[in-house]
């Protein structure tokens, strides 16, 4: 067994514990210990990741692992963090994500017999009575306490959105979670983000009450970006972990554009190198900041471990032909092309039409929307600023043909170094 919070500790990834007996506990032999994810999506993000590789670093260390999915907390929703209140998931929408979370999960962690475990908090919740539940756990929390809480207090400063009842009772049911793997599984530990403290710190209070037992908590400190930006966003919005919202080749890019500032930490945070190489990696990224090889780095061990080896190397192929000024786009096959546009947006063209007047490149760049008008694109051309499959083109008459149309059926407009869009060639060209 490995010292996982010893690892932990050197990645800078503790912002809080309940017991300075943690590390004794964990040193006695194998721990249970779970995290929870809340199921507002069917597919989880970047901003899930650091807890997934929490987990999974505590079952590399030789501990069992529970992922807990809010199949029943989801219909109630966490005020730790909201300005307001969400919106409530039906039945329906709330298994979908469920079922989808589940199936990512099950790519970081070893679900086989005796190991992790998958577990939704719905399978208990939703057989709780209100009376029984009164009377067992809420007699347990004092609602002072709860008011002091900065999740409670913030929106109460909020005199426009205040705090439902319902969403004022969410820190009472992931305490019974706590409570429930407690006596069904052995679990005693949780962990989370920190701003999951006072919710983990109340469910170890209650298997103290109602147990007689120690529990403990664990946190992590919050991802944030050096330059104020909110981690786990990009220009398209979240970046996500299932391909279909966030293809590989985007996934890649992300990581690969990480702030000089944040590539060290981000590698601690979300990569198994040992702590030794990372900081080599920092060493030569400050010798020389050009060449990126810290974030290369981070970007390869991450898009391999969320997407496998197979997606890294498209990723890896298309980003190598796309920065290559003399780079052969024809080399690309049309899944990497498909990937890397998939976030792009798109104007459709029909196939008998290329070659023609229809295909004009001055009409093509106005009614897809990459400029307003065909006087601006005119106007633009010459310059130089628009390129076709990375070809400067300057002529004003120009007009896309077969000759344009790359793997796939696509053809790629650039303005500017930015700006793309992804003519879909329909009808067979």
Request: overall charge neutral; proline content about 4%.
């Given at each position: 067994?490995?010292?996982?919070?010893?690892?932990?500790?050197?990645?800078?990834?503790?912002?809080?514990?309940?017991?300075?007996?943690?590390?004794?506990?964990?040193?006695?032999?194998?721990?249970?210990?779970?995290?929870?994810?809340?199921?507002?999506?069917?597919?989880?993000?970047?901003?899930?990741?650091?807890?997934?590789?929490?987990?999974?670093?505590?079952?590399?260390?030789?501990?069992?692992?529970?992922?807990?999915?809010?199949?029943?907390?989801?219909?109630?929703?966490?005020?730790?963090?909201?300005?307001?209140?969400?919106?409530?998931?039906?039945?329906?929408?709330?298994?979908?994500?469920?079922?989808?979370?589940?199936?990512?999960?099950?790519?970081?962690?070893?679900?086989?017999?005796?190991?992790?475990?998958?577990?939704?908090?719905?399978?208990?919740?939703?057989?709780t009575h209100l009376l029984d539940f009164l009377r067992d756990i809420g007699?347990?929390?004092?609602?002072?306490?709860?008011?002091?809480r900065d999740s409670v207090k913030d929106r109460l400063a909020n005199r426009?959105?205040?705090?439902?009842?319902?969403?004022?009772?969410?820190?009472?049911?992931?305490?019974?979670?706590?409570?429930?793997?407690?006596?069904?599984?052995?679990?005693?530990?949780?962990?989370?983000?920190?701003?999951?403290?006072?919710?983990?710190?109340?469910?170890?209070?209650?298997?103290?009450?109602?147990?007689?037992?120690?529990?403990?908590?664990?946190?992590?400190?919050?991802?944030?970006?050096?330059?104020?930006?909110?981690?786990?966003?990009?220009?398209?919005?979240?970046?996500?972990?299932?391909?279909?919202?966030?293809?590989?080749?985007?996934?890649?890019?992300?990581?690969?554009?990480?702030?000089?500032?944040?590539?060290?930490?981000?590698?601690?945070?979300?990569?198994?190198?040992?702590?030794?190489?990372?900081?080599?990696?920092?060493?030569?990224?400050?010798?020389?900041?050009?060449?990126?090889?810290?974030?290369?780095?981070?970007?390869?061990?991450?898009?391999?471990?969320?997407?496998?080896?197979?997606?890294?190397?498209?990723?890896?192929?298309?980003?190598?032909?796309?920065?290559?000024?003399?780079?052969?786009?024809?080399?690309?096959?049309?899944?990497?092309?498909?990937?890397?546009?998939?976030?792009?947006?798109?104007?459709?063209?029909?196939?008998?039409?290329?070659?023609?007047?229809?295909?004009?490149?001055?009409?093509?760049?106005?009614?897809?929307?990459?400029?307003?008008?065909?006087?601006?694109?005119?106007?633009?051309?010459?310059?130089?600023?628009?390129?076709?499959?990375?070809?400067?083109?300057?002529?004003?008459?120009?007009?896309?043909?077969?000759?344009?149309?790359?793997?796939?059926?696509?053809?790629?407009?650039?303005?500017?170094?930015?700006?793309?869009?992804?003519?879909?060639?329909?009808?067979?060209?």
């Amino acid at each position: 067994m490995s010292d996982f919070l010893a690892d932990l500790k050197a990645r800078v990834l503790v912002h809080s514990c309940t017991s300075d007996t943690l590390a004794a506990a964990l040193a006695r032999g194998p721990m249970t210990g779970y995290i929870g994810f809340d199921p507002t999506s069917d597919s989880l993000h970047v901003g899930s990741l650091l807890q997934i590789m929490t987990l999974r670093r505590f079952q590399r260390a030789g501990h069992r692992p529970i992922a807990l999915v809010g199949g029943g907390t989801g219909l109630i929703g966490d005020p730790s963090g909201k300005e307001s209140e969400r919106t409530l998931l039906s039945d329906d929408v709330l298994e979908k994500n469920v079922s989808g979370i589940r199936g990512q999960l099950e790519r970081f962690l070893d679900f086989g017999a005796g190991k992790a475990l998958l577990l939704n908090n719905a399978d208990w919740l939703r057989k709780t009575h209100l009376l029984d539940f009164l009377r067992d756990i809420g007699k347990h929390f004092s609602v002072n306490e709860m008011l002091r809480r900065d999740s409670v207090k913030d929106r109460l400063a909020n005199r426009e959105s205040g705090i439902s009842f319902t969403e004022f009772s969410y820190i009472l049911l992931q305490s019974m979670d706590f409570l429930q793997l407690f006596d069904d599984h052995g679990c005693n530990l949780q962990m989370g983000g920190s701003d999951q403290w006072g919710n983990i710190v109340s469910g170890a209070d209650l298997i103290r009450r109602l147990r007689g037992a120690e529990a403990y908590g664990l946190t992590s400190p919050l991802i944030n970006r050096a330059d104020g930006r909110k981690f786990g966003k990009s220009e398209a919005g979240n970046v996500w972990l299932d391909p279909k919202r966030t293809s590989p080749y985007e996934f890649y890019q992300f990581w690969l554009n990480t702030d000089d500032k944040d590539v060290a930490p981000y590698l601690k945070a979300f990569t198994f190198l040992p702590v030794d190489v990372i900081e080599g990696l920092a060493r030569a990224s400050a010798e020389n900041p050009a060449a990126r090889e810290a974030q290369r780095a981070l970007a390869a061990e991450v898009t391999a471990l969320v997407h496998g080896g197979e997606a890294l190397a498209r990723a890896k192929h298309a980003t190598q032909v796309f920065f290559d000024p003399a780079g052969n786009w024809r080399q690309l096959t049309a899944q990497e092309l498909q990937e890397a546009f998939q976030g792009a947006p798109s104007h459709a063209l029909p196939a008998d039409a290329l070659g023609t007047e229809r295909a004009a490149l001055v009409g093509l760049l106005a009614d897809s929307g990459l400029y307003p008008s065909r006087g601006q694109a005119r106007k633009d051309l010459p310059n130089g600023s628009i390129s076709i499959n990375g070809q400067a083109v300057k002529d004003v008459e120009y007009r896309v043909s077969k000759d344009d149309v790359l793997p796939g059926g696509v053809i790629v407009l650039r303005k500017g170094k930015k700006t793309y869009m992804a003519i879909r060639v329909e009808g067979g060209a």
